[in-house]
């Protein structure tokens, strides 16, 4: 069998979170890239409803890393912040008609949209890139104290931060964290809620010695432990539904 290489497959199955980086910063001509690249993406009924905020200020910088307690922040090649913008639109609509009715821009189906073309964005400008030699970190600990991101970028209403994405040069090689296999998670035409606790075990046995042989941080850890951990935490987010609300959202 004649296997052709296919770079685009190359570079989705070999990505890795990279959270150290060069001092090195990116381009003009590289962040524009990515910013094409993230704009090409699928986006809901081609209403593009997302912002991107390059955050270079330092002190503003040092607000996201104070949030999502991630000094990596401030030393990545640079930092978009992702968020999902009903309120452009809403504009844009108000100056067409003065007297236009934006009722729906404020459901529960519109702040879905504009969070699916944030996601969306986001991977495309990961994978443009990661193509390009660069590697990233998506951050979704700006949740940890989401009224302080609110606030700290003068976020208006029909507006919410929804994603971070560190960028930059990789100063590091991590291993590749193993996925759950595709039987697990993979069903024709129903759900179905017949796990392989084999298997799970497998793959259980799989993260352990990754986690175990790992250059940096080994530890002892396996995925339904992980799981497990994580479900005993005590929340720490639980400001996100308040400031959905503060933010004109949910309102049907």
């Known amino acids: 069998m004649i296997v052709l290489e ?9 990505h890795r979170s990279i959270r ?3 001092d090195k910063k990116l381009t003009n001509h590289q962040i524009s890239q990515l910013l094409q690249a993230a704009q090409q993406a699928s986006t809901s009924q081609f209403e593009q409803q997302f912002s991107v905020i390059s955050v270079t ?8 890393a104070d949030v999502t307690t991630y000094d990596l922040v401030k030393n990545a090649g640079h930092y978009f912040l992702f968020v999902a913008d009903q309120h452009r639109n809403s504009q844009i609509l108000k100056h067409i008609d003065s007297n236009v009715d934006t009722t729906n821009l404020h459901s529960t189906d519109k702040l879905l949209a504009s969070i699916h073309d944030v996601d969306l964005a986001l991977q495309s400008m990961l994978t443009a890139a990661e193509s390009m030699g660069l590697g990233g970190v998506i951050m979704g600990s700006i949740y940890n104290d989401v009224d302080k991101i609110i606030d700290t970028f003068k976020l208006p209403e029909l507006t ?4 971070g994405l560190a960028l930059g040069y990789p100063d590091e090689n991590p291993e590749i964290k193993p996925r ?8 024709e035409n129903e759900y179905n809620d017949q796990i392989d606790y084999n298997e ?25 432990h992980h799981l497990m951990h994580d479900l005993k935490q005590s929340p720490v987010r639980k ?9 004109g959202f949910l309102k049907f």
């Open 239 to 247: 400001g996100i539904l308040p400031a959905l609300k503060r933010q």
């Open 57 to 64: 200020d330092p002190a503003k910088l040092q607000v996201i």
């Open 160 to 163: 919410f931060p929804v994603l």
């Open 6 to 14: 296919n770079q685009v497959l190359d570079t989705l199955f070999n």
């Open 20 to 22: 150290n980086y060069q």
């Open 180 to 187: 759950i296999t595709s039987e697990i998670i993979h069903y």
């Open 200 to 224: 799970l075990t497998n793959y259980d046995n799989q993260v352990h010695a990754y986690y175990a042989n790992r250059k940096h941080s080994a530890r002892e850890e396996s995925f339904t």
